[in-house]
């Protein structure tokens, strides 16, 4: 029998302009184009074989769309995070309660230490965890704590020039991490890097076989990919780009059943 292949995702609620921005200056939010643009995101998933299980809407925090920052999984393991802004901790507790329903084990990361989803990039048993904005390494060793028993193995990476790692570098199936240089504070940091010629194109969420989801704002970088032998998928999410985020914040994908084992 084929494992559900599932992805959490939350819709963006009333207060979407007042998310945070830390990198980039403040721009004008169209909240009905972004309602658009998120269906359109979800709708995606769905036909790319993804059953969505929707996170009930925390419409009291802005950020709460970007849904990425509230847990990582790891095999049957769940973590729940503790975000760096303390406004977005409120957001956690739904998407925990939600996992927990679908029957995966949970750990929680605990002060002193802080970790933002989007701060994780697992490549293989590697997990690179950025430190520098919203996680700190008390975050980052705890969760070296949770996952070592695991086979899987915590590196940290500097990171100044972005909100989160994942802002700077995703990875391709193959296991090689892409990033636009002028953003990503060391490359030979990952034992594989690629530049790609768009900040968006750094972006990009691996929906199985050579199927790729990314921003249309990098036309370039899909045409790359495609000349690699990928099948980019992309989507407009230029109103999630005004606040700082990017196709793989709108979404926690759960490879398997916990039983057995197999989420990314």
């Not at 609620?13 to 403040?26: A, F, M, Y």
């Not at 939600?98 to 002060?111: F, N, W």
């Not at 790359?224 to 999410?237: F, K, R, T, W």
């Not at 109103?239 to 994908?253: A, D, I, Q, Y």
Request: with cysteine; proline share 8%; hydrophobic share 40%.
């Amino acid at each position: 029998m084929t494992p559900t292949v599932r992805a959490l995702v939350r819709r963006p609620g009333p207060r979407l302009v007042d998310g945070l921005v830390t990198h980039i200056s403040r721009q004008v939010v169209d909240t009905d184009l972004a309602a658009r643009q998120w269906a359109n995101y979800v709708e995606v998933l769905s036909d790319a074989g993804w059953e969505t299980v929707e996170v009930p809407p925390a419409d009291d925090c802005p950020d709460a769309t970007f849904i990425e920052d509230t847990v990582v999984m790891f095999d049957d393991l769940a973590v729940a995070c503790r975000p760096g802004a303390d406004q977005r901790r409120p957001e956690v507790a739904g998407t925990a309660a939600v996992v927990k329903s679908l029957g995966y084990r949970s750990r929680t990361i605990t002060a002193p230490g802080t970790l933002d989803g989007g701060d994780v990039l697992k490549v293989d048993r590697t997990v690179y965890v950025g430190i520098g904005g919203r996680t700190n390494h008390a975050g980052a060793d705890e969760l070296n704590r949770f996952v070592q028993p695991l086979g899987f193995r915590v590196v940290t990476v500097p990171t100044t020039k972005v909100l989160h790692l994942k802002s700077a570098v995703t990875a391709l199936s193959d296991g090689t991490v892409i990033g636009y240089p002028p953003l990503v504070d060391d490359p030979a940091i990952f034992e594989r890097f690629m530049a790609v010629p768009e900040e968006a194109g750094s972006h990009v969420v691996l929906l199985g076989g050579q199927r790729l989801l990314m921003s249309s704002a990098a036309p370039r970088t899909a045409d790359l990919l495609a000349g690699m032998g990928y099948e980019p998928i992309v989507v407009d999410i230029s109103e999630f780009e005004k606040l700082e985020g990017c196709v793989t914040c709108l979404s926690v994908r759960l490879r398997a059943s916990p039983d057995p084992p197999g989420v990314i």
